[in-house]
């Protein structure tokens, strides 16, 4: 059976949706990838077209999840990564059987600003941290 993994952010707006498609690409024959959000949110639209552009992920049609939901459904994960700041971190329920529980603080492209050209950037920025991080954590 392969790992699950779970990764969270605010709203499963854009970092954690980052960081699952990224996963699911690129170790989705080693691990099985959830993300999820403290607060269900709208998929963030510069995060649709970094992926799409960049990686060939198209998540057009993806639904947003809710952590309480999971929990609710008694997920059980190998590993459960919060990809932003320490207060949300903070605010994350504790799954049962979690062998382990990471914070990878990134900022939250919410709070970029410029034009949309300096918001693309941003997004890829953050898109090639998360990917580089990915490939650390779980040695791709």
């Known amino acids: 059976m392969k790992p699950k993994v779970l990764f969270i952010c605010s709203h499963n707006s854009a970092r954690s949706q980052l960081a699952e498609e990224l996963l699911r690409k690129y ?54 990564i919060t990809v932003c700041g320490r207060e949300t ?7 049962p059987g979690v062998q382990r529980r990471v ?12 034009t949309d050209e300096e918001i693309l950037e941003q997004v890829i920025q953050l898109k090639e941290e998360l990917k580089e991080k990915i490939f650390a954590f779980f040695q791709l």
């Open 89 to 95: 971190d903070e605010k994350c329920p504790i799954f």
């Open 103 to 114: 914070n990878w603080p990134f900022l939250d492209p919410e709070g970029f600003t410029g």
């Open 27 to 80: 170790g989705g024959n080693t691990y099985t990838v959830f993300s999820a959000g403290l607060e269900k949110g709208t998929i963030n639209p510069y995060i649709k077209k970094v992926l799409k552009d960049t990686e060939n992920i198209d998540i057009s049609g993806k639904q947003m999840t809710s952590v309480w939901d999971l929990l609710e459904q008694g997920g059980v994960y190998s590993y459960v």
